[in-house]
T-cell receptor
Framework: AAGVIQSPRHLIKEKRETATLKCYPI?????VYWYQQGPGQDPQFLIS???????DKGSIPDRFSAQQFSDYHSELNMSSLELGDSALYFC????????????FGQGTRLTVV | GENVEQHPSTLSVQEGDSAVIKCTYS??????FPWYKQELGKGPQLIID?????GEKKDQRIAVTLNKTAKHFSLHITETQPEDSAVYFC????????????FGGGTRLMVKP
């Protein structure tokens, strides 16, 4: 079965650089979520999109932005990177509706040096 | 916002024994409670979930119970196997425009052969 695809899997950037993470949801899933997971931490919700519109916003820094495109894939744009941005970034997708399962991708490991 | 507490943070059991992980949540409006298993370097994998209109759900060796009055839910794994070793996260969700998840702090389960 198709899963959530994230790219790249690994990314190394220098401080103050920008990074773009991509997420391709499971076919027919129109809701996308982004989470950040620091070392030894639980995933923290950043932002979500439903039908290409932002639906919820969590602890996402102003330096980050995201969008969902017409084909439902999503991109997380991160600017002025800081050392503390080093983390695993997960994308998840779900079908619309109440209490629907969210399926996670394999994540992008971002390292800021 | 929602706050999810998870205990214990680490759990070591002998192969064949049972493991129990407990979580409490703060917002009585939460209506969806998934459990995820995360192996090193991988994304969280949904293993079981329960909705607020159900008190218990079982899937082979895994069961989850929910006490809405006390606002706590638990994961039970019976006949543990070494491949059950991983970090387990509980989560809670309040549906509005999307099911953003608030995670517990995670439990590192180690099953000793």
């Amino acid at each position: 079965a198709a899963g959530v695809i994230q790219s790249p899997r690994h990314l190394i950037k220098e401080k103050r650089e920008t990074a773009t993470l991509k997420c391709y949801p499971i076919p027919r899933h129109d809701t996308v979520y982004w989470y950040q997971q620091g070392p030894g931490q639980d995933p923290q919700f950043l932002i979500s999109f439903y039908e290409k519109m932002q639906s919820d916003k969590g602890s996402i820094p102003d330096r980050f932005s995201a969008q969902q495109f017409s084909d439902y894939h999503s991109e997380l744009n991160m600017s002025s990177l800081e050392l503390g941005d080093s983390a695993l970034y997960f994308c998840a997708s779900s079908l619309p509706g109440v209490a629907t399962e969210a399926f996670f991708g394999q994540g992008t490991r971002l390292t800021v040096v | 916002g929602e706050n999810v507490e998870q205990h214990p943070s680490t759990l070591s059991v002998q192969e064949g024994d049972s493991a129990v992980i407990k979580c409490t949540y703060s917002d009585s409006a939460s209506n969806y409670f998934p459990w995820y298993k995360q192996e090193l370097g991988k994304g969280p994998q949904l293993i079981i979930d329960i909705r607020s209109n159900v008190g218990e759900k079982k899937d082979q060796r895994i069961a989850v119970t929910l006490n809405k009055t006390a606002k706590h839910f638990s994961l039970h794994i019976t006949e543990t196997q070494p491949e059950d070793s991983a970090v387990y996260f509980c989560a809670a969700s309040i549906w509005n425009a999307g099911n953003m998840l608030t995670f517990g702090g995670g439990t590192r389960l180690m099953v000793k052969p």
